[in-house]
């Protein structure tokens, strides 16, 4: 039986950038900054990011922008579109600094890290959480807020917290008493506990627990028998008792997908085989570096259904011969799949791929069809997929499939993309005297 052991010794602070997006963009251009600011998801499809101000006008996150750029523009709403490249490169900065207030940082999303501060003085974790922030602020140019308890959880509650009551607390907020943690636990909803999915909450209600203090307050070893382990940890963390780190948590996916809306509609099949060699070859890649490998590979084509035209919208699966993490393969039956689906006449509007059946994958352990008797042949194609993911990592255009380069009609909209300020030399800030 999983042991439900934890440490009361443990500092914990999650750090996170504020409208990470929409922070990025006003950093390079000084016009939007106190501008309400909407950042946009692939194709200029929906709003992913709201600056405080473009909150205040009540813009929803996720809403359709073509519904309401009209209104939008009126109120004077700037508008930007995903820019990823930016803001790889600085979710990057981001965590490099905050590696100068502890060697233990494990960065948990593009925006967040959780950093260890183990050994520091209790009650100089708060001041040193603002010099975080005043240094990041400085030296980035990024907002960022910070919360700090023994546990990851309750620091990830403090961060919410500093969230919500950032004015008062100017971003920061421990979690250093239990008069403090149950004053803040009362306020939680229990589906705002990290770890608590929608469907734990709802039976949770149902059993009479509606906030995080009350889920505290169970017997750990009663939810352990009674839910499972993964719950009963979350009740010791919310007591103050850490057992659950970041680093530990199993984020492997079950299925990988790799998809995204075309710019415009495409009817040419030319231009729908590069963008499946382009989404075979990021499934690929995530597959592989979660040590995975894949034993069925999917597809779909769509129509766009908000458009009055022919609607066609077909999907398929194929079981591969053997478990593999060749991108190659899984072009190969993606290709055979686009072929028997594939209708000429129609403007399809998206494209994707799934690798699904994962299993772990092991170098020196292979499973072949009766037929195939070359290991060394397996093994070689699993070091080039290695060394291929080391060269895209490394250089910009690195290693594609030819018909990846072929074609460029399928590629994403992006009309209101900013530069790439840090990354590329060509789209550098021009200073003018």
């Not at 010791?236 to 997908?257: N, T, W, Y």
């Not at 899984?330 to 686009?338: T, V, Y």
Request: hydrophobic residues 35%.
């Amino acid at each position: 039986m999983a042991s439900l052991s934890g440490y009361r010794d443990q500092v914990w602070a999650l750090v996170d950038a504020k409208s990470f997006y929409c922070s990025c963009e006003q950093l390079f251009d000084p016009k939007l900054v106190n501008k309400p600011v909407v950042v946009l998801s692939n194709n200029d499809g929906c709003c992913v990011a709201l600056s405080s101000e473009a909150k205040a006008l009540g813009i929803q996150r996720g809403a359709p922008w073509f519904k309401i750029e009209r209104e939008a523009r009126r109120m004077g709403v700037e508008v930007r579109s995903s820019n990823y490249t930016l803001y790889a490169d600085m979710s990057r900065r981001f965590i490099e600094e905050l590696h100068r207030f502890s060697p233990h940082v494990e960065q948990y999303s593009i925006d967040e890290a959780f950093v260890r501060l183990d050994g520091f003085k209790l009650d100089g974790l708060t001041q040193y959480g603002h010099e975080i922030r005043d240094t990041i602020e400085r030296h980035l140019g990024l907002p960022v807020r910070v919360g700090i308890g023994p546990t990851p959880t309750l620091a990830k509650l403090g961060n919410q917290a500093a969230k919500q009551y950032e004015s008062k607390v100017k971003g920061v907020i421990q979690i250093d008493s239990d008069h403090r943690r149950n004053w803040l636990l009362a306020r939680t909803d229990i589906q705002d506990i990290w770890g608590v999915g929608a469907r734990t909450a709802t039976r949770l209600r149902t059993s009479g627990v509606t906030n995080a203090l009350q889920l505290a307050e169970k017997d750990p070893a009663d939810m352990r028998r009674l839910w499972n382990v993964g719950l009963a940890r979350t009740v010791l963390e919310l007591q103050g008792i850490a057992c659950i780190s970041p680093g530990d948590i199993d984020e492997r996916r079950k299925q990988i997908l790799s998809s995204r809306s075309f710019g415009v509609g495409i009817s040419d099949l030319d231009d729908l085989k590069a963008a499946l060699a382009f989404h075979c070859q990021r499934a690929g890649e995530k597959l592989r570096k979660q040590s995975s490998q894949a034993g069925v590979v999917g597809i779909f084509l769509r129509t766009n259904r908000y458009k009055d035209l022919p609607q066609h919208n077909k999907s398929s699966a194929r079981v591969l011969m053997c478990p593999s993490q060749d991108t190659y393969k899984f072009l190969s039956s993606a290709l055979e799949q686009l072929g028997q689906m594939y209708r000429p006449g129609y403007e399809y509007q998206k494209i994707g791929v799934i690798l699904d059946e994962l299993t772990d994958a092991k170098n020196d352990q292979f499973q072949f069809d009766m037929f195939d008797t070359s290991a060394l042949a397996e093994m070689k194609r699993r070091d080039l997929m290695a060394i291929t993911d080391q060269m895209n990592a490394r250089f910009k255009n690195g290693i594609k499939p030819a018909s990846v380069i072929g074609s460029t009609n399928w590629h994403m909209r992006q009309a209101f993309r900013s530069n790439r300020w840090t990354t590329r030399l060509d789209e550098l800030q021009v200073a003018k005297c």
